[in-house]
């Protein structure tokens, strides 16, 4: 069965400093996609990057980084001098292609707070 | 505006009244599904659609039903509600359910009393 753990139920940290997000995933697929997703105060869930299980480049955009590990299953997010608007909660993110082509597997949770 | 819609957003109901949340999106998205989210436990999936008339079941499926019968809509019927059923729902669509990003709906805030 899939699974996705984020170890970090709450991070905090005070702004510009540098941040990273664990998430570690299990999966019988070869194929698969990660996704990462913010939660925001407000409530709304938005996606932030999608990476698939053939593509082991890490990916920059701004200040967001990701580093795609296949040999440890994980997928962490940094966030690199951080401002109080990233205060939300993140959430990783698995899809199989497979036996369960569409099911869908969040991990927890990781809610950061960012202070001024 | 693409957007994908819940109705209601805030619904207080009490234990075995039957209740549907709709979902509806105009994207002319292949893939719909249905999650419940509770504190500390992140999202967790209910049901999920590849398309329409096929419907799956997600981690969460019991007390629950859903129907595909337009590709637009998406359904969740809960027969006979209870308090554990308290939690915020939110649906999502995406163009085929795989590689696509998710776009979820605003959330519907349930409590069963």
């Known amino acids: 069965a899939q699974k996705v753990t984020q170890a970090q139920t709450e991070i905090s940290v005070v702004e510009k400093e540098d941040v990273t997000l664990d998430c570690v995933y299990e999966t019988r697929d070869t194929t698969y996609y990660l996704f990462w997703y913010k939660q925001p105060p407000s409530g709304e869930l938005v996606f932030l990057i999608r990476r698939n299980s053939f593509d082991e480049q890490n990916e920059i955009s701004g200040r967001y980084s990701w580093n795609f590990q296949k040999s440890t299953s994980s997928f962490n997010f940094t966030i690199t001098a951080s401002q109080v608007v990233d205060s939300a909660v993140y959430f990783c993110?698995?899809?199989?292609?497979?036996?369960?082509?569409?099911?869908?597997?969040f991990g927890d949770g990781t809610t950061l707070t960012v202070k001024p | 505006e693409a957007q994908v819609t819940q109705n209601p957003r805030y619904l207080i109901t009490v234990t075995g009244k039957k209740l549907t949340v709709t979902c509806s999106q105009n994207m002319n998205h292949e893939y719909m599904s249905w999650y419940r989210q509770d504190p500390g436990l992140g999202l967790r999936q209910i049901y999920y659609s590849m398309n329409v008339e096929v419907t799956d079941k997600g981690d969460v499926p019991e007390g629950y039903k859903v129907s595909r019968k337009e590709k637009r809509n998406f359904p969740l019927i809960l027969e006979s509600p209870s308090p554990n059923q308290t939690s915020l729902y939110f649906c999502?669509?995406?163009?085929?359910?795989?590689?696509?990003?998710?776009?979820f709906g605003p959330g519907t805030r349930l409590t069963v009393l």
């Open positions: 993110a698995l899809i199989e292609v497979g036996t369960n082509a569409g099911k869908s597997t």
């Open positions: 999502a669509s995406s163009p085929t359910g795989l590689s696509d990003e998710q776009f």
